[in-house]
Nanobody
C-alpha cells in the first residue's frame, strides 16, 4: 500500500525559511509527477510547486523565486525549500504524487503538514 508522508512544517516568523519533505513508501513503480499544494482556511487548494521525473519544474507567480522543489536522488522523496516566507503562505501543505503506468493513472495524497508564518 502506497503511503505519502509530509514533514517539516511548523511555525516561523515572516522572512524565515522552512524545508518540507515528502516521502513515499510501498510503491512498486516510479512516480512521474510530484506536486505540492496548499490550502488555507476558507480557500481552495492551490498548486505551489511541481516537478516531473525529468526534473522539469513549475511555480505559480505567488511563490516563484522564493520556493524551490527538488527530487531526492532515490526518486522516492521530494523537498520544498521555502524562503522569504510571508503570513500569506500560512496553510496546510499537501504532497501529491502521480504515476502513469500501463495506461492507468495512479494518484496519491499525503495528510498534510501545517505551515504557519507569523508577522
Amino acid at each position: 500500500q502506497v503511503q505519502v508522508v509530509e514533514s517539516g512544517g511548523g511555525l516561523v516568523q515572516a522572512g524565515g525559511s522552512l524545508r518540507l519533505a515528502c516521502a513515499v513508501s510501498g510503491n512498486i513503480f516510479s512516480f512521474d509527477v510530484w506536486t505540492w499544494y496548499r490550502q488555507a482556511p476558507g480557500n481552495e487548494r492551490e498548486l505551489v510547486a511541481r516537478i516531473t521525473s525529468g526534473d522539469a519544474t513549475y511555480y505559480p507567480d505567488s511563490v516563484r523565486g522564493r520556493f524551490t522543489i527538488s527530487n531526492h536522488t532515490d526518486k522516492n522523496s521530494v523537498y520544498l525549500q521555502m524562503n522569504s516566507l510571508r503570513p500569506g503562505d500560512t496553510a496546510v501543505y499537501y504532497c501529491n504524487v502521480v504515476a502513469l503506468a500501463d495506461g492507468l493513472r495512479y494518484e496519491y495524497w499525503g495528510q498534510g503538514t501545517q505551515v504557519t508564518v507569523s508577522s
